[in-house]
């Protein structure tokens, strides 16, 4: 994968740039040894790191404003980043860039349950948010799997999904408002605490612009009172054809569960021999969870089943109790666990129309053997988000390459089915060169243009999510003058 | 001019020497006075998989015909756009392509959300006539900016739309409106608050002053229906007299939809957007002849004296926008709340950006 090189005029300023932000900023959170940077060399797409030149951990909105107007006079690119769990390198840094990491930024400034909203500092991780409302029965609805871990800065960047956004949304449906500081250091309101936005809609274009046009710090998000109850049930089908049936036939007939969560075999055989979670050996196992009082648990269930067994299944199980439950959900939420403990994996977000799901799983196994690498598929079927696991051994030569090969194909046939590359990890710089396969150049410039008009200078995460061919005129001018 | 495809729209605007007034069915009457152009001449369904809930349909396809097609599947348009033509006094066919530009929803916008929380992806020819394409037809999709919103609400400044992608929902089995009884505005949003953040998945709360009645939807599988409509009368009833409404569900919902209360009444009508536990405060405060509150209080139509800029009155944070006034009120009084200096900055640079000789419904936005 290709970065852009250091620019020397910029690595040259350092000693500089550490001063001047030393004046704005607390001794500790100015971090410029080479042995502390490594701290920040990648994010969870680990194949890929560079220590950035400086890492600064501001504390307030007016300390973010502090950093960006003085790496904006001093022409340093900026890479915000949150919890640094991207799957797509969107935290990565360059030598030349200094790491904004808004960690340190989680309070809590306003829980408010007659309005139903929460206003956080971005730094707070996922989980935590719904931590902080769950004395009164609310929740925050995305919810990624890497929650525990994730920051909602992070989650805003991405636009990050989840388990259960077939009912809730993602997160720029949770999204109300939001304080970003532009790269020139001025601050910025949009949105509130109100639903709708008087002007151009310039919330929903920030959520999921991947920390490019302005650093999130605080934010207003919707929360929700949680249901009385909430209860899966597990059907194994002997064929991905019939599932995807099953799932398309459960939608037609008006049911809509949170979650409707899709494994295949590969993925089966490796959840089960980890978590040990009692799931059938068959093709394609569903987990689907409702919500409701006990009484509207068991009347869609009911629905559910009759459907499910409409279709012959070879296995169908009810959870009767929460233990049960847990144990439905346990292979599931331990899959990427599981793939850890096989090999090194790559994890893709491909999302396609959810009638091609059977054509593209057979598809991807008949790649898997023409690539010689082992794919085992786990996904969130109720809207098409899939999630290819390819497992590679990192310490094999040329295996990465493969890899990357592979799932380059992959992401191919999801655009070409009418889906799209990323449906929640982002375009990182993990997609980015794959970018022209799914936009016309036009298209890509069109959303060029958006980033002109808040980071006029592109120093704001400026290699990621287009390919380098696209914005080099942009990002270096100078060699495009020459 | 009424480009009957996507590349005769290209040109048309290519080659346009002056400003044009995109319009839609023209029934939210939002086009100025310039050269007028139609999209209803872009009409048809590309695309429609109930089991995927996926619509793919041209911009200037009718809202009837959608609506029809909809029912056929058992499905709807779960953001419940209004129809402005009574309130207007307007006629014609609103067209889908008009319902995103506008982002217009209704009241289960508390729920499920907006208009724009169901566009999926969008084709629209921009301000240079270049044909262009974000987002896709899948319900997930985060590869690259989020055009998708950009275009929704922007009533055709920074482009005009050609195709639209949307999700649709099933229609509910069975849907039950309580009434609950209450003279105070801060007692009815302390209603609505108690509704809206109770696990009973409610998914209207609105209220007429005039009648004093707070009205709280709750809709889904018969029995689930019942049972909640239930709760929510005893958990209510410490605001007022509690009840299942006998009232025609979907004729009353269309009427909160609508604000038919003002449509044989004179007088501007402003629509505000604010906090709903600000509502009580900011009714309070203006000068107005009725006001009608949706959205949990979050929303609150206001009917005023002609000529009056109730942004004058705006005492808590949110925004107007005047929907209905003559001819000289509009031209004194924007329709649109004026951005704060630096967002009004970003918004005036989008639009130079997407269209540079600034000819689509000039002056609308700001």
């Known amino acids: ?482 | 001019m009424t480009p009957q495809s996507e590349a005769e729209l290209a040109e048309m605007i290519a080659e346009a020497k002056g400003p044009l007034s995109v319009t839609g069915g023209g029934t939210r009457a939002i086009a100025g006075g310039a050269v007028p152009l139609s999209i209803a001449g872009l009409s048809g369904v590309s695309l429609y998989e109930p089991g995927a809930l996926t619509l793919v349909v041209k911009a200037g396809t009718p809202l009837s015909q959608i609506t029809s097609l909809l029912d056929a599947e058992n499905q709807r348009l779960a953001f419940e756009p209004m129809d402005h033509r009574g309130l207007l006094g307007t006629d014609g066919d609103a067209t889908i392509g008009g319902v995103f530009a506008a982002n217009i929803s209704g009241p289960r916008r508390i729920q499920c959300g907006a208009a724009r929380d169901f566009l999926l992806g969008v084709r629209f020819v921009d301000g240079r006539g270049q044909r262009l394409s974000n987002g896709g037809r899948v319900m997930k999709n985060v590869t690259g900016y989020d055009l998708v919103k950009l275009m929704c609400g922007a009533h055709g400044t920074l482009g005009v739309l050609s195709e639209v992608s949307l999700k649709v929902l099933p229609k509910a089995e069975a849907v039950a409106t309580v009434t609950v009884e209450i003279a105070e505005v801060t007692k009815a949003v302390a209603a609505m608050s108690k509704a809206l953040g109770s696990p009973y998945d409610v998914t209207g709360a609105a209220y007429d002053p005039e009648r004093g009645t707070v009205h709280i939807r709750v809709e889904g599988f018969e029995a689930s229906v019942a049972y909640r409509a239930g709760a929510l009368c005893q958990d209510l009833a410490s605001f007022g007299a509690a009840e299942v409404s006998g009232e025609d569900a979907a004729l009353l919902w269309q009427r909160i939809r609508d604000v038919a209360a003002f449509h044989d009444r004179p007088g501007d009508v402003w629509r505000i957007s604010v906090k709903p536990t600000d509502a009580v405060h900011l009714a309070s405060k203006l000068d107005a002849s009725a006001l009608q509150f949706d959205w949990g209080g979050g929303l609150i139509w206001a009917l005023m004296p002609p000529g009056q800029d109730l942004r004058a009155q705006m005492t808590v944070p949110g925004h107007a926008t005047l929907v209905r006034a003559d001819a000289a009120t509009r031209a004194r009084i924007v329709r649109f709340q004026p951005e704060p200096a630096p967002l009004a900055a970003v918004s005036a640079g989008l639009r130079a950006q997407f269209d540079p000789r600034g000819i689509l419904n000039p002056g609308l936005m700001g």
């Open chain 1, 1 to 482: 994968m290709e970065m852009p090189s250091p620019n020397p005029a910029v690595l040259a300023r350092k000693a500089r740039l550490v001063e001047r932000l030393s004046q704005v900023l607390p001794a500790d959170a100015v971090i410029s040894d080479e042995a502390e940077t490594r701290a920040y060399e990648c994010d969870a797409l680990t194949a890929y790191k560079c220590p950035p030149l400086l890492a600064v951990l501001p504390r307030s909105t007016a300390e973010v404003s502090d950093i960006l107007r003085i790496c904006h006079e001093e022409g340093v690119p900026v890479v915000p980043r949150g919890a640094g769990t991207s799957l797509a390198g969107g935290a990565l840094p360059t030598a030349d860039c200094v790491i904004l990491g808004v960690a340190r930024m989680n309070d809590v400034l306003e829980t408010d349950y007659d309005n139903r909203i929460i206003r956080v500092q971005t730094g707070r991780t996922n989980l935590s948010v719904s931590g902080a409302v769950e004395e009164e029965d609310f929740f925050y609805a995305p919810d990624p799997s890497s929650q525990l871990a994730c920051a909602i800065a992070g989650n805003i960047a991405m636009n990050s999904g989840g388990a259960h956004c077939l009912k809730y949304g993602v997160t720029t449906n949770n999204l109300l408002g939001v304080t970003m500081v532009m790269m020139d250091g001025s601050v910025v309101e949009i949105g509130g605490a109100h639903l709708d936005a008087g002007g151009l809609d310039l919330l929903g274009v920030i959520c999921g612009s991947e920390g490019q046009l302005g650093v999130v710090t605080e934010a207003t998000l919707r929360i929700l009172r949680k249901p009385e109850g909430a209860r899966p049930v597990l059907i194994g089908y002997d064929s991905n054809e019939v599932a995807g049936a099953c799932v398309s036939d459960i939608i037609k007939a008006g049911v809509l569960p949170v979650a409707i969560e899709f494994m295949d075999r590969p993925c089966i055989e490796a959840c089960e021999a980890f978590a040990k979670a009692g799931y059938p050996m068959c093709e394609a196992l569903l987990i689907v969870e409702v919500e409701g009082s006990e009484a509207e648990i068991d009347h869609q269930l009911r629905l559910i089943t009759d459907i499910a067994r409409s279709h012959n299944p070879v296995e169908l199980r009810e959870a009767t109790d929460s233990d049960e439950a847990a144990r439905i959900w346990l292979g599931r939420k331990s899959a990427f666990g599981a793939m850890g403990q096989i090999n090194d994996y790559m994890c893709l977000d491909g999302t396609i129309p959810v009638s091609s799901l059977p054509d593209v799983l057979r598809r991807i196994g008949e790649m898997s053997e023409e690539f010689g690498l082992g794919v085992a598929n786990v996904f969130h079927a109720g809207d098409g988000n899939m999630h290819p696991l390819i497992l590679f051994d990192a310490n094999k030569p040329g295996d990465l390459e493969r890899c990357e090969a592979f799932g380059a194909e992959i992401l191919k046939l999801c655009v070409e089915v009418g889906g799209c590359l990323t449906g929640e990890h982002g375009v990182g710089i993990e997609k980015r060169d794959l970018m022209l396969h799914q936009y016309e150049p036009a298209d890509i410039e069109a959303q060029l243009r958006v980033k002109d008009v808040f980071d006029p200078g592109w120093l704001l995460n400026p290699a990621k999510v287009f390919p380098l061919s696209t914005t080099q005129s942009r990002r270096q001018p100078e060699l495009a003058a020459e």
